[in-house]
Every structure is written in structure tokens, then in C-alpha cells.
Nanobody, 125 residues
Framework: QVQPVESGGGLVQTGGSLRLSCAASGRTFIYAMGWFRQAPGTEREFVAAISWNGVNTYYADSLKGRFTISRDNAKNTVYLQMNSLKPEDTAVYSC???????????????????WGQGTQVTVSS
């Protein structure tokens, strides 16, 4: 069992930055960690993912260059640095843990077995 726990959300002005954290540990080997977001009335959207060793990272094309995912395995924590935030980035951001060795599922929420509760990010205009 793995329980991801997010932190770091909040209210920020357009152009500002936030860093989200996700702590996850457990007995199950985690192949990758991912971030997804969901705004009201929309489907869950892939944001970024990172392999267990940090070698491979994956980004939504629309967010590449503004968002950066990283990890600190000593702390069992994954980070999402979000820069140049826009009002359309407003959403609940959720962290998820993948127990699948298949890299092809990194952008698919169905590839993740364990999910955090989510943290609200609000970008004001």
C-alpha cells in the first residue's frame, strides 16, 4: 500500500510560482510518480511524471517549459515546480504513484494505482 500526500498548493497571482510536494512511501515498489490536475467541469489532465530513478521525465506538451518535475528519493518526495502561472492553471493537483513498469502509461491516469487527496492551486488574474 502506498499513500501519496500532497502539499504546497495555494493562491498565487498570474505570473507567480508555486512548488508542490508529494510524499509517498510504502512497501510496494513505485515505478513512477505523476501529477495530474482537474478543474471544475473538466476531465483529469496529465501534467508531468517522473521515473523512480529520476532518469525519465514526461510532460504535457502544453506545460513543458513552465513546469518541472523532480524527486528526492532520500525523502521519498516528488516535486512539481510551477512557474509563470496562468489563471487556466487553476485546478486541484493530485499526485499519483504507478506500480506499472510500462513507460507507455505514464500519461494515463489508469496507469496509477495510488492517489493523493489533491491540493488546490488557484491563480488569480
Amino acid at each position: 500500500q502506498v499513500q501519496p500526500v500532497e502539499s504546497g498548493g495555494g493562491l498565487v497571482q498570474t505570473g507567480g510560482s508555486l512548488r508542490l510536494s508529494c510524499a509517498a512511501s510504502g512497501r510496494t515498489f513505485i515505478y513512477a510518480m505523476g501529477w495530474f490536475r482537474q478543474a471544475p467541469g473538466t476531465e483529469r489532465e496529465f501534467v508531468a511524471a517522473i521515473s523512480w530513478n529520476g532518469v525519465n521525465t514526461y510532460y504535457a506538451d502544453s506545460l513543458k517549459g513552465r513546469f518541472t518535475i523532480s524527486r528526492d528519493n532520500a525523502k521519498n518526495t516528488v516535486y512539481l515546480q510551477m512557474n509563470s502561472l496562468k489563471p487556466e492553471d487553476t485546478a486541484v493537483y493530485s499526485c499519483a504513484a504507478s506500480t506499472s513498469p510500462m513507460s507507455g502509461v505514464r500519461r494515463d491516469p489508469r496507469g496509477y494505482a495510488y492517489w493523493g487527496q489533491g491540493t488546490q492551486v488557484t491563480v488569480s488574474s
